[in-house]
């Protein structure tokens, strides 16, 4: 997985959409040809006609019959597709807006569906537990399939998780931890297993690393995620480097994929040019082999059959969609996912976190000196410039970092509400909203650094060997 | 490997006279700029000219400073480079001669050195041996490096063998077993360690097979190698589809070729288009990877520096050119080549042998009855149309199919010539010939036969397990 990735085109939408209007517009033919009564004749143009314009909705393009929707996306020197000011793609995440990426947006665009209050609250009742507060707040906004994951796993049908990282170095700071924080949610209210991939092939093949580099950050990286407080028990962590050689069925499933992903496609999808390395080209297979069951014959007993869900944050989505059109192909289930929003930059919505800059966001070896001072100097403020016209006309907490961060970490509901109104009302001032924030990190940071350190040699080994895994089903 | 694999560009040495170029271009620039004197200037103009000349020559293109030679090759539907009527790439193997290709174009093409009787004699003294019919012959004709590997040999640095078999369906016949025969041959009168890969991986990927057919072909096919009597304290055969996962040092140097190569790069030598699978895309790092000892740490004590040789037919030069080429870049020793020429079918040089086509050769299983009739009808003749015009004109032995299966099997060369000779005035008659080849081959397939029938599932297995082989070095 790349830190942050993204986007290519509505592909599976506007290509259902397209063989819906073939269907329809044959349908007609055969109407008209059959003098079927004018009524019914009207009534299937009628639905040809809602087709035409949600096709060209989706794609941008007029439908045309015999030319399926495949050239949607320029193929520039990338998977670019503007929408606004947004860029969300494998690589890169961009927008001008301060509240940041158009969530709503991208949902039309790559064809999901809004997590909304209904299954929300299908997802509490199925658990018997509150939903996580990353799902009351809408962190984790869309999906793929969730209906189905919950029907079945309501007819004792379980699943399995996967997600995974792509280990780019030792630092992680805390909006790394957001896909683990849910997925621990996850493994523990619906009790299931979990494999967790670090990508540090992918890391050598896009970074200027070695393999050795690549794989110390993997282990590394797995330390931090331990700490979260994963089942060891339900648990498999793995490095690509290591694990393609340890199991001849995932480099068997990795190949499978391989056969059934042409270069056009991952063109299409990742913007890959003639230029790339041919690793980075078959990458893309790699990330996507976890998502079957088969790929792990030791931890799930040789089941083939077992659905998967990914939670991952929403540029990781074009991998899966690919996986997702490879699945039934090669005769496997499609996998489920939940989408995560972008975390912010200290400095806004609109700036890139970089590993490589310790004041772009808070980190997980902070102190508690160093988790103060980043957020009074840099985290981006919705106030006013005076305290006077604070108080006067309010704060912004839609543009606020410190707000933002807050909504991903305070748990409680009406205190978060609270500090909403009277921020925005100015009754709350920046540095009364900032210390709130320090306030919160401070104690996670610690108790993270804390639970890290019990992180034995011994138990990352524990985690990182492939072995058969608790589930029952 | 696949049986019969080809040709791209002459690229190492146009990219070796480019960068010869460009030197010497930069030597004349600074010879002026320092007013040296005119001879000098002049002798170094000369010298320039002259790589000049050879460019051309080389690339069919003048040179220009900053314009590498990438693009010697048309990219079409293939690598298909024409010489005369010879196609040779790696998937196609063809001419209108009816003496086969013209193996001595082939070289200059590939920018490979002939194993001239200087070469051959220098193995006969080094090893103490009379050099196999296979280089008496010319059935071996074409080198890389071979006079370094000797060099380093009689230094007492070794070597290791690498050869393979892309296993396409169970049936082998006899053309198949030439580079074992040779490469046997070379274990014993080096005593050297020997990896031969088995890209059932590859078979998945071009052909329409599964994994499962693909895997059972390699260990059938595993059989066959075996029989030809390789040494297992000194030989380790593998199956991609198992030992990729087996041994993530051959993963990581995988990885790390896939790095080192571009798709530009592969459509040059293997005339890849966007519409090829990324599977297909990103194999030729994985027959590169076996080049290396520490792809084989179990094997070779976890060296890294040990020098390779290919013994393998001249249509596999591509993918080794390619691994030469990466080899320095991620500091590992270039591997060394000898190329075989062809194995005709029955039918004639010009036609192509089908595993599917029990006619076009003789297979390893046939009966004596069935190498009989085949030779006796199919086998393609250089003789007269009458018995008359036979003993008058005499027979053609260039284009005659029985004698040059003979000039592969038949060990003594007294007899081979006394054939030709024979066969040339008319005094021998084409069944006579035929014959002979039947009385060759029969005894040579019954005992093949008899071998493979010793070779158990424990001794397949046995070769197949990585562990650590006898090398004294």
Redesign the interface.
Known sequence: MTDLQGVGSPDLTSTDLYEKLNAQGEKVRTLKSEKAPKAEIDAAVQELLKFKVDYKTVTGQDYKAGCPPTNIIPNSNGPAVEDGDDQVDPWNVSTTSAKGVDYDKLIVRFGSSKIDQELIDRIGRITGQTPHRFLRRGVFFSHRDMQQVLDAYESKKSFFLYTGRGPSSEAMHVGHLIPFIFTKWLQDVFDVPLVIQLTD?EK??WKDLT?EECYRFAVENAKDIIACGFDVNKTFIFSD??Y?????????NV??I???????Q??GIFG????????K??F??IQAAPSFSSSFPQIFNDRKDLQCLIPCAIDQDPYFRMTRDVAPRISYPKPALMHSTFFPALQGAQTKMSASDPNSSIFLTDTPKQIKNKINKHAFSGGKDTIEEHRKYGGNPDVDVSFMYLTFFLEDDCQLQKIRQDYTSGALLTGELKKCLIETLQPMIATHQERRKQVTDELVKQFMTPRKLEFNF
Chains 1, 2 share one sequence.
Do not use: E, W
């Open positions: 092939d050598y093949l393999q480097l290591d393609m050689g340890m199991s001849p069925s995932f480099y068997r190949v499978k391989q056969k059934h992903v042409t270069f056009n991952v063109k890959f040019t003639d230029s790339d390395c041919i690793g080209i078959s893309p297979a």
